[in-house]
């Protein structure tokens, strides 16, 4: 039973680092556009 809860908290924190790496990566790329915009202009 223990074994199950370790393997259930390893994968919720999974799925917050991997939520937390896809927010970063959106910030990013939605910085990148900007630039690109900007110097498009």
Wanted: charged share 40%; hydrophobic share 30%; no cysteine.
């Amino acid at each position: 039973m223990a074994n199950a809860t370790k393997e259930q908290k390893q994968k919720k924190y999974a799925s917050v680092e991997l939520n937390y790496e896809r927010t970063e990566a959106i910030k990013i790329s939605k910085k990148f556009a900007e630039e690109t915009r900007k110097n498009w202009l």
